[in-house]
């Protein structure tokens, strides 16, 4: 099982990034898809999760409305599209996938991606 994650990058504050998730070696739409994040000296916290059928999104408070994930089923894909960045989203994301119908801990999901890079300049 691989997940490649990409995307990121440095963007000024009130910027957008799409980050993007593309997954192998399993059954994509048995797996339900979360995104993370991980600042310096910080634990990895939950930001966003879609589940299997595409028909639960979930959010992290302090993305809300500003962070909309996606799951392209034909490109085994999953997106998170960030807009009007703020230094504070600045991390490492991380996409994993789990079989859990619904769920914010790390713990639960079974496999993850390497993770990319956010920077996000005042």
């Known amino acids: 099982v691989q997940l490649q994650a990409s995307g990121g990058g440095l963007v000024q504050a009130g910027g957008s990034l799409r980050l993007s998730c593309a997954a192998s070696g399993l059954t994509f739409s048995s797996y339900s898809m979360g995104w993370f994040r991980q600042a310096p000296g910080k634990e990895r916290e939950f930001v966003s999760f879609i589940s299997y059928m595409s028909s639960n999104t979930w959010y992290a408070d302090s993305v809300k409305g500003r962070f909309t994930i996606s799951k392209d089923g034909t490109k085994n894909t999953v997106y998170l599209q960030m807009t009007n960045l703020k230094p504070e989203d600045t991390a490492v994301y991380y996409c994993?996938?789990?079989?859990?119908?619904?769920?914010?801990?790390?713990?639960?999901?079974?496999?993850w991606g390497q993770g990319t890079q956010v920077t996000v300049s005042s």
């Open positions: 994993g996938a789990t079989t859990k119908v619904a769920t914010s801990w790390t713990s639960d999901y079974e496999h």
